[in-house]
């Protein structure tokens, strides 16, 4: 016999089927029941959380984009990207993050945006493997001074130079050096009108684009660049930094490592980077590992471009429980 009464998990199931097999909007199934958007709503959450509704989604064969969500999913990331690629380190690998990377950065660009970028040979890269793409009233801006000679490929004004160029954007530059004799210099520099404001505006960017370096007189970006002494990279090595971004290193936790070479810098702090609501991190090869890892640890990024081989090594330790 039937009932003609109709139970709440009745209209939970007709609203259900409605919306996610007919694939009608939520305005119509809420014309269609007699119910406002907001209880349309509020009955999908609940379907799904009743589990009436149970939404699978498969990723593209051959894709590692179930992998990079897992991932991502665990970190906190908003986003992870793995370029894969035969290499494990060197020019192949900048090469194929950098074509990772590319798609990425020009999806979080819209018209008005600032993107605030650091310096290296990924982010050099991957401006070079960048298409021309006009992004309307962008903004590109140097977030850390010169380092090394001014026509170095990696060094931060001729990034922000090249990658204003392609996206047809405004570009401001920092005019300074990245690093200055003393603090006093710094803190003077620091204070002139022109400096502060790019400062400033580089802090109040949607997007960064920053590459993570590591503490060694070796790294290419920085032997290049002549950057750090014998005396600073043994005082970083003393406090446990096994990472910088834009120059302001952190341990394995993603702690900040203050040192004599943190106040000499005309950059923005760590702290300022991580307040800009996107920081898209480009690094690879295993080199890099612990300075990859401690910025995950320490939530210094929200996307992260990487190789295959940094990371199925992040995914070895996320397993054993050490990520």
Known sequence: ?????????????????????????????????????????????????????????????????GIEQQLANHLGLDELIIADLDAVDGAAVLAAIAAAATPVLLRHLCEGTTLAVSWGATLAALVAALPRRPVPRATVVQMLGGLGRVEHEAQGADIARRLAMTLEADCRLLASPGIVASKEVRDALISDPQIYDTLALAASAQVALVGIGTPSRSAPALRDAATLSVVETEELASRGAVGDISLRHYDANGQLVATGLSRRIIGLELAQICQI???????????????????????????????????????????????
Request: aromatic share 6%.
């Open 277 to 323: 609501p996107c920081v898209i991190a480009v690094a690879g090869g295993m080199a890099k590992f612990t300075a990859i890892r401690g910025a995950l640890t320490g939530h210094l990024i929200n996307v992260l471009v990487t190789d295959v081989y940094v990371a199925r090594r992040i995914l070895e330790e996320v397993e054993r429980g050490q990520l």
């Open 1 to 65: 016999m039937l009932d003609g009464h109709e139970s709440e998990q009745d209209l939970l199931f007709k609203v259900s089927e409605a919306y996610y097999l007919e694939g009608a909007t939520q305005a119509e199934v809420g014309r269609r029941f007699g119910l406002s958007r907001v209880k349309v709503s509020r009955l999908l959450k609940r379907a799904r959380d009743e589990q009436m509704v149970q939404i699978s989604v498969t990723p593209p064969t051959g894709s590692l984009a």
